[in-house]
């Protein structure tokens, strides 16, 4: 993160920071040269840095694909464009709608993290 040079880089720092101070069980590691949350020993949410600006945080079950028939997400946030029952994005491209939107996020990811470690 130190050497990220980003448009965003002030809003990637606190909503990652926010993710790792809202629960003792989330770690995390760098993946696709990027933050990558983990919880339970899986990969469940990872930053995508785009090179244009934006900012996206990508909701996934883990790096291997696993079976989404029965699995189910209530998702009350409005902020996820999902892409398969078990993957979603969320867009943040710009400062103001990330930090707008960065405790709403945080809450979701918690809510995601303990809907997968399961």
């Known amino acids: 993160m130190a050497a990220l040079e ?7 720092e606190a909503v990652r920071a926010a993710i790792l101070a809202s629960d003792a069980a ?5 993946k696709w040269k990027a933050p990558s949350f ?6 469940r949410v990872t ?5 244009k600006g934006i900012f996206q945080v990508i909701l996934h079950r883990g790096a291997k ?11 009350d946030s409005a902020l996820v464009e999902w ?4 993957r979603g994005v969320v867009t943040l491209p ?3 709608t990330a ?20």
């Open 6 to 12: 980003h448009p965003l880089k002030a809003e990637i």
């Open 26 to 30: 989330i770690t995390e590691r760098i």
């Open 38 to 43: 983990v919880h339970s020993g899986d990969d």
């Open 47 to 51: 930053f995508r840095l785009a090179p």
């Open 65 to 75: 694909v696993k079976d989404s028939k029965g699995f189910a997400f209530e998702d």
């Open 83 to 86: 892409l398969a029952p078990d």
């Open 94 to 96: 710009d400062a103001k």
């Open 99 to 118: 930090k707008a939107k960065k405790a709403a996020l945080v809450k979701l990811v918690g809510r995601w993290m303990k809907a997968t470690a399961t």
